[in-house]
């Protein structure tokens, strides 16, 4: 029997994160994952930016939790030798006149956060009658690179597992440890980081899911060569020579991960009301977002025996989240 200090069951975002946090702390571990084709963590879009939302607000504890993602994911790429995380400015375009008010409002609040766009927008590519303002300070984490050189980084360390781990079958439980039988390895603790799977996980039954589904396009749009992210009720983010990703649509049902005509359609139509330029859809992702009832991330130990552990609910906001939760729950397990 093989013994780790800590299982991590899921190698999306979270899992990641803490398995990372875990290593940097001299722990010994094994990430666990079912491997689907489609995650929350890989089609995301992955964009920090500090202003969000209808009401134009500065996103919690923004000034914080950046820094922190960002020395993480730079320490990362050093470590492996590859690049997944690029400052990257936004320019959000006023759709109404109340979104103008509003940045007035508090255009002296957002200090260095908001500017002018510079340079500004482009009216052949963009369709901009009420202006808008634009985030210098702003990132996108290319989540499928980051994950994907994490998971060959584990493969190569031995502390990589590809299984499907049922959580009322697979595990046995004594005073000093967690055993996977399947896998012929004991743990110190195990911390499941499922994204939405968790919503069915039986030790954590109580946690209330307000989970939603998102699809994404990715499009080539020939002639467009801005290099910023561009946002009017719909993100346009660059993705390589004459490719972009655009979305996200919000639904609550079907919560599946199929890509639908009527999520297609919104996407464009959202799209066309600023973009100028013809596109072509090229892809078409869908999965669930891992959103709590409480709207922020979880760690929780399971009472009858705290050797089991919950890392969830990074919900929209997984790439500024997740280094800075993953190292708080890192500490948790000891």
């Known amino acids: 029997m093989d013994r780790v200090d800590v299982i991590v069951v899921g190698q999306g975002l979270a899992g990641t994160a803490l398995a990372w946090q875990l290593l940097r702390r001299g722990r010994s571990v094994l990430v666990v994952d079912r491997e689907p084709p489609v995650t929350s963590s890989r089609i995301a879009a992955g964009l920090l930016t500090p202003i969000t939302g209808k009401r134009l607000a ?150 209330k899911f307000e989970a939603a589904k998102g699809e994404i396009l990715t499009l080539r749009i020939p002639g467009l060569a801005e290099k910023r992210v561009m946002n009017r009720g719909v993100w346009l983010a660059p993705d390589g020579a004459e490719l972009w990703r655009a979305g996200a649509t919000y639904s609550w049902e079907p919560l599946d991960c199929e890509p639908t005509t009527t999520g297609r359609d919104e996407i464009l139509t959202r799209l066309s009301a600023y973009l100028k330029l013809p596109v072509e859809v090229v892809g078409h992702a869908a999965a669930v977002r891992p959103i709590l009832a409480d709207r922020h991330p979880v760690i929780r130990w399971y009472p009858a025996h705290p050797r089991i552990g919950f890392f969830n609910g990074l919900g929209s906001k997984g790439s500024l989240l997740a280094p800075h939760a993953a190292g708080l729950c890192a500490v948790e397990c000891g």
């Open 58 to 207: 500065v996103s919690d504890r923004w000034h914080e939790l950046l820094p922190v993602a960002a020395a993480f994911y730079r320490d990362i790429e050093a470590h492996l030798g590859v690049n997944f995380f690029h400052a990257l400015p936004c320019v959000r375009l006023f759709a109404y006149e109340i979104e103008m008010k509003q940045y007035a409002k508090n255009e002296t609040a957002f200090a260095e956060l908001a500017c002018d766009p510079d340079p500004p927008v482009n009216p052949n590519w963009f369709h901009a009658p009420r202006g808008g303002f634009q985030m210098p300070i702003a990132a996108r984490l290319d989540t499928a690179t980051y994950l994907d050189a994490s998971r060959e980084y584990f493969q190569r360390l031995g502390c990589y597992r590809r299984f499907d781990l049922k959580p009322s079958a697979d595990i046995a439980l004594s005073a000093d440890m967690v055993t996977v039988p399947p896998l012929g390895v004991s743990a110190s603790k195990l911390v499941f980081c499922q994204g939405f799977d968790g919503s069915t996980n039986p030790y954590f039954s109580d946690v």
